[in-house]
């Protein structure tokens, strides 16, 4: 997987894990599972139950009960840390278009405690992920649940962004991120007055920074949400923009990157609720893109 990519799931969203033998085997009345996600989702409301499993248990099980394709493929890779992360264990499924991961925090011993983080991905038929769910154990009852979504561009997203507000009402920020995206996405000029029009605000009345003489950062703040605009003066063009939202759920962060050839360049990020919202959240995006 790529390891970009692993870091943005880690930093914007988490994982456990659990009793499968006992939830698929009987569940199933000894019958092959034929989606990972089935077992990203048992496995996490074992684990919040505080059902325990060894990671040797997890590999023989999947191998066990999973109607395997014969892309299958599971791999193992070992995290040495660092001085603000633990070592850890990571386990790795690929299964046709989906991808579970879940890794094992390990002790001082160099043995492995419990599950800290899980998670599922979708991908396309290109084998980009363009969603992924997650599930990370912060604490002994601790834990929280989040989804990225990769679109392909700014349309998409904005399309994904409208599945998750479910008609809801947009808050005004959000309209002006969409205002202005498009500029950095077509790599098109804008004036700075442009921008002023846009935000409704005078530069002097918005926080920014010039750093190296060239780039503008201007941050706008309206209730928990923060729009960010890294602006080129010399060349009058906006190459970065997002909005971050401070709510611990429902808030949605929205980027938008010049560089088109990072997947990474469009992505939606947000913390879900329950389990519930990640699994809707998966059938709304999966039909949308049917």
């Given amino acids: 997987m790529n390891k970009k990519r692993n870091i943005v799931l880690r930093i914007c969203f ?47 099980n999947i191998e066990n009960i999973l109607e395997k394709d014969e892309s299958f493929t599971y791999g193992k890779t070992e995290d040495e840390g660092n001085g603000n992360r633990n070592k850890m264990n990571i386990y790795n499924f690929e299964n046709k278009n989906e991808v579970l991961e879940v890794s094992y925090l ?70 002006m991120y969409y205002e202005l995206a498009p500029y950095v996405e077509e790599g098109k000029s804008i004036s700075v ?45 906006i190459f970065f923009t997002s909005i971050v939202n401070d709510c611990p759920t429902n808030g949605v962060n929205v980027y938008c990157s010049e560089d088109k050839a990072e997947k990474e360049s469009k992505i939606i990020t947000m913390i879900n609720k329950d389990l519930k919202e990640q699994e809707t959240m998966i059938k709304d995006v999966v039909q949308s893109k049917k």
Avoid: W
């Fill in 14 to 60: 988490l994982l456990g894990i659990v009793g499968i033998v006992m939830v698929y085997m009987k569940g199933n009345d000894g019958k092959k599972i034929k989606s990972l996600k089935q077992v990203y989702f048992e496995m996490i409301e074992d684990d919040i139950k505080g059902e325990k499993i060894t990671s040797d248990e997890l590999v023989k």
């Fill in 193 to 237: 007055e442009a921008i002023e029009n846009i935000l409704g605000e005078k530069s002097e009345d918005i926080e920014h920074d010039t750093k190296d003489g060239v780039t503008t950062c201007y941050t706008l703040e309206k209730d928990k949400s923060r729009l960010t605009i890294l602006y080129n003066k010399e060349e009058n063009k």
């Fill in 106 to 175: 390990k002790n001082e011993n160099n043995q492995e405690e419990y599950i800290n983080f899980i998670s599922y991905q979708l991908k396309k038929e290109d084998n980009e992920i363009y969603i992924g769910v997650n599930y990370f154990k912060q604490k002994e009852d601790t834990y929280i649940l989040g989804t990225v979504l990769y679109p392909d561009n700014l349309t998409e997203q904005r399309k994904f962004f409208n599945l998750i507000k479910k008609g809801k009402e947009i808050d005004e920020i959000y309209h």
